[in-house]
T-cell receptor, first 113, second 114 residues
Framework: AQTVTQSQPEMSVQEAETVTLSCTYDTSESDYYLFWYKQPPSRQMILVIRQEAYKQQNATENRFSVNFQKAAKSFSLKISDSQLGDAAMYFCASMEYGNKLVFGAGTILRVKS | GAGVSQSPSNKVTEKGKDVELRCDPISGHTALYWYRQRLGQGLEFLIYFQGNSAPDKSGLPSDRFSAERTGESVSTLTIQRTQQEDSAVYLC????????????FGSGTRLTVV
């Protein structure tokens, strides 16, 4: 069974600084996908970034990038030039091909001005 | 519709009452998922519908929980004889048939059992 672990319940970052959120996962499949979702107070889950496990290149979306270490089953999210609007709960998730999303417990990110 | 719509946005109910939560997925999305999110916690999978296939009910926590879906459109999650531990946000999501691009989520229904 898939499992996703986020070991940081809460993180803080100064505006304009960089922060990294950690995530580890476990799966027995070779074909799987990894995601980071953002959940602001509005409760809306917003897809931040997606990584295909068969791709070695780390995914990047503007200020958001991942460090995907397949052998270590690690999938961390780096947010550069943090903005006040980045404050939210962040969830790491995995999906085995054709299966459902499995989520970690989440990390609350606070951004200080 | 343009997005996944859930109703009601908030629901307060008395312990022991039944509640129905509604989800209207994105048009054309054949897969529909229900998740539960307790306060400050991650998302727990409840049930998954894919077209006309039998639903995956493996996440339903008890027989008080059930869900239906009409064809490839609206879904209703029903909780019978609600308990205080049922208080949570119930999130619905939809996706294309086999989507490895993640899901589109609704804004959820916050259920409070008093």
């Amino acid at each position: 069974a898939q499992t996703v672990t986020q070991s940081q319940p809460e993180m803080s970052v100064q505006e304009a600084e960089t922060v990294t959120l950690s995530c580890t996962y476990d799966t027995s499949e070779s074909d799987y996908y990894l995601f980071w979702y953002k959940q602001p107070p509005s409760r809306q889950m917003i897809l931040v970034i997606r990584q295909e496990a068969y791709k070695q290149q780390n995914a990047t979306e503007n200020r958001f990038s991942v460090n995907f270490q397949k052998a270590a089953k690690s999938f961390s999210l780096k947010i550069s030039d943090s903005q006040l609007g980045d404050a939210a709960m962040y969830f790491c998730a995995s999906m085995e091909y054709g299966n459902k999303l499995v989520f970690g417990a989440g990390t609350i990110l606070r951004v200080k001005s | 519709g343009a997005g996944v719509s859930q109703s009601p946005s908030n629901k307060v109910t008395e312990k022991g009452k039944d509640v129905e939560l509604r989800c209207d997925p994105i048009s054309g999305h054949t897969a529909l998922y229900w998740y539960r999110q307790r306060l400050g916690q991650g998302l727990e999978f409840l049930i998954y519908f894919q077209g006309n296939s039998a639903p995956d009910k493996s996440g339903l926590p008890s027989d008080r929980f059930s869900a239906e879906r009409t064809g490839e459109s609206v879904s209703t999650l029903t909780i019978q004889r609600t308990q205080q531990e049922d208080s949570a946000v119930y999130l619905c999501a939809s996706s294309l048939k086999v989507s490895n691009y993640g899901y589109t989520f609704g804004s959820g229904t916050r259920l409070t059992v008093v």
